[in-house]
């Protein structure tokens, strides 16, 4: 069967200091990937999608990035945290195909100081 | 630019009653998807929704597919604690992209 991981669970960073979030996928080949930000108790916010390695689409310009090494790790990546970063963070993955259900990780809860 | 309208966006109510929430759009989508989330975790995925007027039951939750394939509503009988959580529901775009409702958070007393 197929897993998905995201680590870490909650994060508390300082303003300027840089991010990495991990995700990683289990049991399934060339998955879609996905990052989300969501506000407390609201809908999703797509950051960045991706359909293959090294293939990345920005769905909303700000202060981060995302990269995709291997077929199935999917990293985000800040070089310098603004408070506004704050918020919970979800990682996801799909089979490939446009509007296929989407499977998430446990989330990471990412504050800024 | 096609939209995903959640309503209620809040619903407070007692174990034991019935509720219905909906997920509104003015735009055709080819499916719906309806997710639950529960605090400090993913969502989930509950049903997905392709031919217009379908119904699909899940237990005690029963899922409806306008027949113009606009709406969809889920529909819980004798709610129980175990419901709380956020309901959201996603259908895939013209650029085939999942566009996400705001959800619905749902809140049972016991």
């Known amino acids: 069967s197929q897993t998905i991981h995201q680590w870490p669970a909650t994060l508390v960073q300082p303003v300027g200091s840089p991010l990495s979030l991990e995700c990683t996928v289990e049991g399934t080949s060339n998955p879609n990937l996905y990052w989300y930000r969501q506000a407390a108790g609201r809908g999703l916010q797509l950051l960045f999608y991706s359909v293959g390695i090294g293939q990345i689409s920005s769905e909303v310009p700000q202060n981060l990035s995302a990269s995709r090494p291997q077929d199935r790790q999917f990293i985000l990546s800040s070089k310098k945290l603004l408070l506004s970063d704050s918020g919970f963070y979800l990682c996801?993955?799909?089979?490939?195909?446009?509007?296929?259900?989407?499977?998430f990780g446990d989330g990471t809860r990412l504050s800024i100081l | 630019t096609q939209l995903l309208e959640q309503s209620p966006q809040f619903l407070s109510i007692q174990e034991g009653e019935n509720l219905t929430v909906y997920c509104n759009s003015s735009?055709?989508?080819?499916?719906l998807q309806w997710y639950r989330q529960e605090p400090g975790e993913g969502p989930v995925l509950l049903v997905t929704v392709v031919t217009g007027g379908e119904v699909k039951k899940l237990k005690r939750l029963t899922f409806q597919f306008g027949d113009a394939r606009k709406d969809s509503s889920l529909h819980i009988t004798a709610a129980q604690p175990g419901d709380t959580g956020l309901y959201l529901c996603?259908?895939?775009?013209?650029?085939?992209?999942?566009?996400w409702g705001a959800g619905t958070k749902l809140i049972i007393k016991p």
């Open positions: 735009s055709v989508f080819s499916s």
């Open positions: 996603a259908g895939p775009d013209s650029n085939y992209q999942l566009i």
């Open positions: 996801a993955w799909s089979v490939p195909g446009g509007g296929q259900p989407q499977h």
